[in-house]
């Protein structure tokens, strides 16, 4: 007599459940990154980019400004006690009670910070960060309050505490 074989159930074996991981492996990885999407905003794309390039032009001839007049400075940023301490070269014109710091975070604009500094001495300025940066790279852009000229440098925090702005 031949006897047939005893034929498991689907569900008991291999090959069908690996043919049903591989989409549903695609399906999940596709939910995770909707949800990233739709969570995490890009901060590199600006809605009014048009505005923005126009002011560049602006920012440029600020920039030249300062360059013309030999600005230079030089910051120590302490981040254990919260501290910026810029030094102004000679070449600094008028006498300037408060300067602007801005730290400037390259890739998220929700982590900038201004910080305005108090003269403490001859061409020597000190403030507070009100919040602890972020490691990594940030730039520093300082400029009077009337905002004719500005100059920057680049820092990497917490490694380097000085920055040279030019």
């Not at 498991?8 to 459940?17: I, R, V």
């Not at 990885?29 to 794309?45: E, N, Q, W």
């Not at 009100?130 to 004719?148: M, Y």
Request: glycine share 6%; hydrophobic share 40%; charged share 25%.
């Amino acid at each position: 007599m031949n006897e047939t074989p005893l034929v498991e159930p689907w569900y008991k074996q291999f090959w069908p459940w690996f043919l049903i991981a591989l989409p549903l492996t695609a399906v999940i990885g596709s939910m995770i990154t909707m949800k990233i999407a739709f969570t995490d905003a890009d901060g590199l794309v600006k809605d009014d980019y048009y505005k923005q390039g126009l002011a560049m032009n602006q920012d440029k001839a600020r920039k030249r400004y300062a360059e013309n007049l030999g600005l230079e400075a030089r910051g120590k940023i302490n981040v254990d006690t919260g501290t910026v301490t810029i030094v102004l070269n000679d070449a600094a014109i008028g006498h300037y009670d408060r300067l602007n710091v801005t730290m400037i975070h390259p890739t998220r604009s929700h982590n900038d910070m201004s910080i305005p500094v108090q003269k403490t001495g001859n061409n020597s300025y000190e403030g507070e960060m009100n919040l602890d940066p972020k490691p990594g790279h940030w730039w520093f852009r300082l400029s009077p309050e009337i905002n004719n000229w500005y100059i920057e440098g680049r820092v990497r925090l917490p490694d380097e505490q000085l920055v040279l702005l030019k």
